[in-house]
């Protein structure tokens, strides 16, 4: 078994009267990619700021890399690497000011910075002048960039919140094989993504909603627990309406029946009632047994949740 880089126990954030994470508790292990999931106001970037050293806990305990989150979270900073989805380099400085700048806030000596620069430029297979404004990058080259400025100083864990958010597919393709690679090389990497593909490619996925983990597995995991009957894909052989789907999604024999495009995911109860009324809904669904998505899965849980 490997070891454990963060380790939460009862973690609970409060504002006030908000209590934005709530009792929270989980385990990362070394080189491990660890998914958040989750909307808006869930809690996600409020845990990160916990394990970043950003903001201190009003209650449970956290350790990140050996280190308790006491004193302000001081001793965690140089032990991770956070990379924001809004803000990590300056745009109106070149690449390598907004380095340079990095680098002196982290206290890394002339000879360190220079061999991780060069070392994380072959990384991300950066082939641009140093020079270049940060703004007239293209969005994947600059997320690359952001990415090395969050390692420069050679962090146990990197946090990256939303890091593909706004760039193409291949981009976010390329990106990923260097999380991929990360890991690979022993680091921990945090992610939070709205990209359900991507989630896919976490080992581990915390389902969050309003500030509690509601579910906690691997992807294979989290699918198999979450719809105990196989899932199907319902394509309507002509039109159909609102007020149809409505009474489907009412009908007990369905324990999940969602829109998908043009098409529908479901899940029964009972594969013996199923199998009884099957031949009814092929009169007007063209209907194949399908693997879940994770985007099943979120909202699944976000309703059951709701009940």
């Not at 002509?238 to 009412?250: E, L, Q, T, V």
Request: hydrophobic content about 40%; aromatic content about 10%.
């Amino acid at each position: 078994m490997r070891d454990a880089v963060v380790e939460v126990n009862g973690l609970t954030v409060k504002f006030d009267d908000f209590t934005a994470v709530d009792n929270i508790s989980f385990t990362v292990n070394r080189g491990e990619i660890f998914g958040f999931l989750g909307a808006n106001g869930a809690g996600k970037t409020t845990t990160i700021r916990v394990l970043c050293g950003l903001l201190q806990p009003t209650g449970g305990s956290v350790s990140v890399a050996g280190v308790d989150a006491v004193d302000g979270g001081r001793a965690i900073k140089p032990r991770v690497g956070y990379m924001s989805q809004k803000f990590t380099l300056y745009n109106d400085m070149t690449v390598e000011e907004n380095l340079t700048f990095i680098a002196s806030l982290r206290r890394l000596t002339k000879a360190d910075y220079f061999k991780q620069r060069r070392d994380l430029f072959d990384f991300i297979a950066f082939d641009r002048p140093l020079k270049t404004l940060v703004r007239d990058l293209p969005g994947g080259t600059k997320q690359k960039v952001s990415l090395a400025a969050a390692l420069l100083h050679n962090p146990d864990i990197v946090f990256l919140d939303e890091p593909t958010a706004g760039v193409s597919p291949e981009a976010r393709s390329s990106f990923w094989a260097l999380i991929r690679r990360l890991s690979g090389g022993g680091k921990t990497v945090f992610v939070t993504t709205h990209y359900m593909d991507e989630a896919e490619q976490c080992n581990r996925i915390a389902l969050m909603r309003e500030g509690r983990i509601i579910a906690l597995d691997t992807p294979g995991g989290l699918k198999s627990s979450t719809f105990p009957m196989p899932v199907l894909e319902f394509e309507p052989k002509g039109a159909m309406s609102f007020a149809r789907f409505a009474a489907i999604k009412r009908q007990e024999l369905f324990l999940f029946f969602e829109p998908y495009g043009i098409r529908f995911h479901a899940c029964v109860r009972n594969g013996e009632e199923w199998e009884k009324v099957r031949s009814t809904y092929e009169e007007t669904f063209s209907i194949r047994e399908i693997t879940p998505t994770l985007e099943d899965v979120f909202i699944r849980r976000e309703e059951v949740e709701r009940v």
